[in-house]
């Protein structure tokens, strides 16, 4: 059994952040630690409330977790502002693991979960101790700032060159009966992964079930390419599963069970 780290914002209704992760990796039958950013009151209809975790609390569940517990991946979720992002560094430089930073910049209702200041610390800091980024479209849009943001292989070339790392730029928000994941390496590698779009509207919590689903087939010692793959057959089927289900009056959550 291996152990996966996930530094993410806590869920009330549990379909994504800190609570999606646990059942994610619990789902793959590793064993999931946690230390939570911020804390939210929000449901299936949106983010009501947000309050950040002060940053002695940050600290202590981080020195908590990584004095006594080996940690074979770690993922990064919701990170609330630049000194948290710091603080998260400050750790995650010494920690000779993969890491998989899932960029959340805003919620699935439109509410904005990182500062500005906090997303141009992460870019310069956290992306390059990183094994995998994974923005959604948008989100590689606002990180890549390119006159040239529509075309997505250039998109994706370009962020994965200037941090040297990886990028997975997911196509959930494109439009069409087919969805494409498309995986940008370094060394100018690319992959796609694609996929028929199941009608549902449960998709809350899509991106931290893929990126801790990611994090914890790479502590399993998969290929990125490959653990990628498995991560996608994973959703997959966490989506199909969850379609039918009745949980709230908004957008629902995956079943990855």
């Given at each position: 059994?291996?152990?996966?780290?996930?530094?993410?914002?806590?869920?009330?209704?549990?379909?994504?952040?800190?609570q999606?992760?646990?059942?994610?990796?619990?789902?793959?039958n590793?064993?999931?630690?946690?230390?939570?950013?911020?804390?939210?009151?929000?449901?299936?209809?949106?983010?009501?409330?947000?309050?950040?975790?002060?940053?002695?609390?940050?600290?202590?569940?981080?020195?908590?977790?990584?004095?006594?517990?080996?940690?074979?991946?770690?993922?990064?979720?919701?990170?609330?502002d630049?000194?948290?992002?710091?603080?998260?560094?400050?750790?995650?430089?010494?920690?000779?693991?993969?890491?998989?930073?899932?960029?959340?910049?805003?919620?699935?209702?439109?509410?904005?979960?990182?500062?500005?200041?906090?997303?141009?610390?992460?870019?310069?800091?956290?992306?390059?101790?990183?094994?995998?980024?994974?923005?959604n479209?948008?989100?590689?849009?606002?990180?890549?700032?390119?006159?040239?943001?529509?075309?997505?292989?250039?998109?994706?070339?370009?962020?994965?060159?200037?941090?040297?790392?990886?990028?997975?730029?997911?196509?959930?928000?494109?439009?069409?009966?087919?969805?494409?994941?498309?995986?940008?390496?370094?060394?100018?590698?690319?992959?796609?992964?694609?996929?028929?779009?199941?009608?549902?509207?449960?998709?809350?919590?899509?991106?931290?079930?893929?990126?801790?689903?990611?994090?914890?087939?790479?502590?399993?010692?998969?290929?990125?390419?490959?653990?990628?793959?498995?991560?996608?057959?994973f959703?997959?089927?966490?989506?199909?599963?969850?379609?039918?289900?009745?949980?709230?009056?908004g957008?629902?959550?995956?079943?990855?069970?």
């Amino acid at each position: 059994m291996k152990t996966v780290l996930t530094i993410a914002g806590s869920d009330t209704c549990a379909g994504a952040g800190i609570q999606q992760d646990l059942k994610t990796i619990s789902a793959l039958n590793h064993y999931a630690v946690t230390v939570t950013t911020a804390l939210t009151a929000q449901n299936t209809r949106g983010v009501q409330k947000i309050m950040r975790v002060p940053d002695d609390m940050l600290c202590a569940q981080l020195e908590s977790v990584l004095s006594d517990i080996r940690i074979d991946a770690a993922k990064t979720g919701m990170i609330p502002d630049e000194d948290s992002a710091r603080i998260i560094v400050s750790f995650l430089k010494n920690l000779r693991v993969p890491i998989v930073c899932d960029p959340v910049m805003i919620s699935t209702s439109g509410t904005q979960l990182m500062s500005d200041c906090c997303i141009d610390y992460i870019k310069s800091e956290l992306f390059p101790l990183c094994t995998l980024v994974t923005p959604n479209i948008p989100e590689a849009k606002r990180l890549s700032e390119s006159t040239n943001a529509e075309d997505i292989e250039r998109v994706g070339h370009s962020l994965s060159c200037q941090h040297n790392t990886a990028f997975l730029l997911k196509g959930g928000h494109s439009k069409g009966s087919v969805m494409k994941d498309m995986l940008f390496t370094p060394d100018g590698s690319s992959y796609s992964f694609s996929s028929p779009r199941i009608t549902t509207s449960n998709l809350h919590g899509t991106g931290c079930t893929l990126s801790s689903a990611i994090a914890t087939f790479l502590a399993e010692g998969q290929p990125l390419p490959q653990a990628v793959e498995c991560a996608k057959s994973f959703i997959d089927r966490a989506i199909f599963k969850g379609k039918e289900l009745h949980i709230g009056k908004g957008n629902g959550p995956l079943w990855p069970f």
